[in-house]
């Protein structure tokens, strides 16, 4: 039988209750437990596909084509494990699914209410995702803080759940801030005890505290806070700002977290296997060379908009004890191709990452010109690719006034254009051609040596494509079209294999990264660097 974990947070937003479930997960993962985490967002858009990155941070996007909230990149990361549609949960997407019901009639004319409906609505999503994965652990995080008004009926959906449930088999985690007051040198627990006391008054007791904290928890705040929010002792955990997040699932561990937790839900406790998680996290803090990669976007300010590439430039550094430090480079600050020139002079390699709309096109451009005249490694994920095509097009091919139909109606050659399927498509959300799907690529292309294979799957969200009618004159002049879709018809892959690091693919290969087993183009593109060195 599953047993259930729920995450809430107190306090304040941003505490990182991602990472805290999934590293969670990790020391599930460790004890050769399966497990799955499970994302309830409160907000009423269907799924984050909509929202600006500014507004929400990256999408993170599924093998089943999900657009989710960038936390399931976190939790596919921690537990090695790939989720699903049935892994995010938004208010929207439960208030879709409950209207719908009404319309065909499903009610047979009950008056329509926030409990029963949605709460059951709620409790199925909850049900569906273990009867899909058949987890021993299912851990549910709430976006949101405790007190939002729109967080309501998933609190009291869990309420339910962990009644109906019983005793042993579910149990809650709070995660809350202890804020430093430098005047008087201590960490308060007394935002943390209110935080409690709300959660209690939605009826929900819970069985273990998360302290997020600069500092140490002295021995007496600790009781303090296990008296206050009757948890016991070893239920408050301290979790202290980490040189890396890969040190959580560590720190949580030392204070016997696993333990506890496994304790409380009546099941065998085994010794952990961290030990390559510890050989990792060693690395990552000690790192014997450093590099700086380049993310030339036009969401730099946010650097959430970018997370699963950061962390994937990183992934693939760690494997070769490498530090890697980005320098967000602004794509609109590179339309002047002297500025380009300086921006990018003190960076060992450059990614042009996702993105839509014509806005820094244009320095994007300039960048990946760049790159390609000056040997700069280069890797360009989706639009980057996209990008490189029209470089190439533009200035070596001479096919002058090359672009995509996304920026420019009617260029004068379309190199990238809108995908036939997507002809007819209406609406935004979920509409565009997402999630995996299979790449040929050509044997001896430096695509094929990295991954070591010529078949690979890979996770898209795209509406343009290449031009077919371009790829001829393109592969003349030098480019090499090295990765396809199975029937031939759709460009995966391109690279210059003159030069020691030049692909760009149509999909996003950040998706599939994990911190110890980094990404094969990824790791094409550091070792270019490290090659160097
Ligand atoms: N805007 C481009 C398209 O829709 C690229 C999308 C992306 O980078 N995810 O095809």
């Known amino acids: 039988m599953t047993k259930y974990i729920f995450v809430t947070g107190g306090v304040v937003s941003s505490l990182g209750k991602g990472i805290i479930a999934a590293s969670l997960g990790r020391l599930f993962r460790s004890r050769d437990y399966s497990v799955i985490i499970q994302k309830f967002d409160p907000y009423i858009n269907v799924d984050p596909g909509t929202m600006s990155p500014f507004q929400h941070g990256e999408v993170f996007v599924t093998d089943d084509g999900a657009e989710t909230d960038l936390d399931l990149g976190h939790y596919e990361r921690f537990t090695d494990t790939s989720f699903g549609q049935v892994n995010n949960v938004t208010s929207g997407r439960i208030y879709q699914e409950v209207i719908n019901k009404e319309r065909r009639g499903d009610y047979l004319g009950a008056t329509v209410q926030v409990i029963p409906h949605v709460t059951n609505e709620i409790k199925s999503k909850i049900v569906a995702a273990t009867k899909q994965f058949k987890p021993d652990f299912q851990i549910i995080e709430i976006g949101g803080t405790i007190g939002d008004i729109e967080s309501l009926p998933f ?104 333990s506890v937790v496994l304790k409380m839900l009546g099941m065998e406790d085994r010794k952990p296997d961290l030990e390559s998680w510890e050989n990792l996290v060693n690395k990552i803090k000690n790192p014997k060379k450093s590099l700086k990669v380049g993310i ?171 031009n077919n009618e371009y790829i001829d004159q393109l592969s003349k002049e030098g480019l090499v079209f090295s990765g396809m879709s199975p029937d031939g018809m759709l460009a995966e892959v391109v690279e210059l294999p003159k030069l020691d690091w030049f692909v760009a693919c149509q999909f996003h290969p950040e998706f599939k990264s994990r911190p110890d087993k980094p990404h094969p183009l990824f790791k094409g593109l550091i070792d270019a660097v490290l090659l160097r060195k």
């Open 296 to 466: 030339a976007g036009k969401y730099t300010k946010l650097s959430d908009a970018y997370i699963s590439v950061v962390e994937s430039l990183k992934h693939a550094g760690y494997a070769d004890s490498a530090s890697v430090e980005i320098k967000w480079i602004n794509s609109e600050e590179c339309v002047d191709y002297a500025s380009c020139k300086k921006l990018l002079s003190d960076i060992d390699a450059v990614v042009v990452p996702g993105g839509f709309g014509v806005r820094g096109i244009e320095g994007k451009l300039n960048v990946i010109r760049y790159a390609r005249e000056n040997n700069l490694p280069f890797l360009g994920l989706c639009l980057g690719m996209q990008c490189a095509v029209i470089e190439y097009a533009r200035n070596v091919a001479g096919l002058k006034g090359a672009n995509s139909k996304e920026f420019d109606e009617n260029p004068a050659y379309p190199v990238i254009d809108l995908m036939i399927e997507q002809k007819n498509v209406k609406g935004y959300g979920g509409t565009m051609r997402l999630g995996a799907y299979e790449c040929h690529l050509k044997k001896g292309s430096k695509a094929e040596k990295a991954y070591g294979k010529e078949i690979v799957s890979e996770r898209h969200r795209h509406r343009y494509e290449v």
């Open 155 to 258: 609190i009291e959906a869990i309420r339910q759940f962990k009644s109906e449930i019983g005793i042993g088999n579910a149990i809650s985690v709070h995660c809350t801030l202890l804020p430093y007051l430098p005047t008087s040198g201590e960490l308060k627990t007394k935002p943390s005890q209110h935080s409690v006391n709300v959660l209690r008054s939605y009826g929900i007791q819970p069985e273990i505290l998360v302290c997020r904290t600069s500092k140490p928890i002295p021995k007496t705040e600790r009781e303090k806070l296990a008296l206050f929010c009757s948890v016991p002792k070893d239920a408050v955990i301290e979790c202290r700002d980490m040189k890396t997040i890969y040190e959580v699932p560590l720190a949580l561990e030392a204070q016997g977290m696993g």
